[in-house]
């Protein structure tokens, strides 16, 4: 079987086959970047969600929020500047619960994620008085850019991932 020349030139040619080669690796290529970068920064900014959450509580432990006046506001700002480059847009992204436990184990908190939405209305502010077992927990709400590398986080109807942070700790004895 014959083909004819201007097929069988077709067959020969290999001048796009760079552009061709690149054209079938690129998209895979420009997914697992962009799924590493977004990897990282689920990784960064959880890192620095807890961090913030335990400088801050560190506050509640040691009664210098109980015994300022301060509350729930002088927390959240506490947490807020401690976010460093994802502290942006704290108010609509932080959530934050502390509470009294009456003991350390066998506790359980509400969860705050209900049918994927976020109900703030399960969330207290109680510090606590010297010697109080206490519980603090932070809730970062963040957009996700590559939707396909999240399935191990917990995300929200509006495809938004919730990161989470807690400490629990007994008041010191502060006067």
Do not use: H, K
Not at 27 to 32: C, Q, S
Not at 118 to 128: K, N, R, Y
Request: hydrophobic residues 45%; charged residues 20%; contains cysteine.
């Amino acid at each position: 079987m014959r083909f004819p020349p201007l097929l069988g030139q077709f067959g020969r040619a290999t001048r796009g086959a760079t552009a061709v080669e690149f054209a079938l690796v690129a998209m895979p290529f420009l997914f697992m970047l962009f799924a590493i970068f977004e990897i990282g920064r689920m990784y960064t900014l959880n890192s620095v969600l807890e961090d913030a959450t335990m400088v801050s509580g560190r506050m509640v432990r040691t009664g210098e929020l109980q015994t300022s006046g301060r509350g729930a506001d002088a927390f959240r700002e506490s947490v807020c500047e401690r976010m460093g480059i994802f502290g942006g847009d704290c108010e609509n992204s932080l959530s934050v619960d502390v509470r009294v436990m009456p003991q350390f184990a066998n506790q359980t908190a509400p969860d705050p994620v209900v049918d994927d939405q976020f109900e703030e209305g399960v969330l207290t502010f109680e510090p606590g008085s010297p010697q109080d077992i206490v519980l603090v927990r932070t809730w970062w709400r963040t957009p996700i850019f590559v939707p396909m590398v999240t399935q191990g986080l917990r995300r929200l109807a509006d495809d938004r991932a919730v990161l989470a942070a807690s400490v629990t700790f007994r008041n010191e004895p502060y006067a």
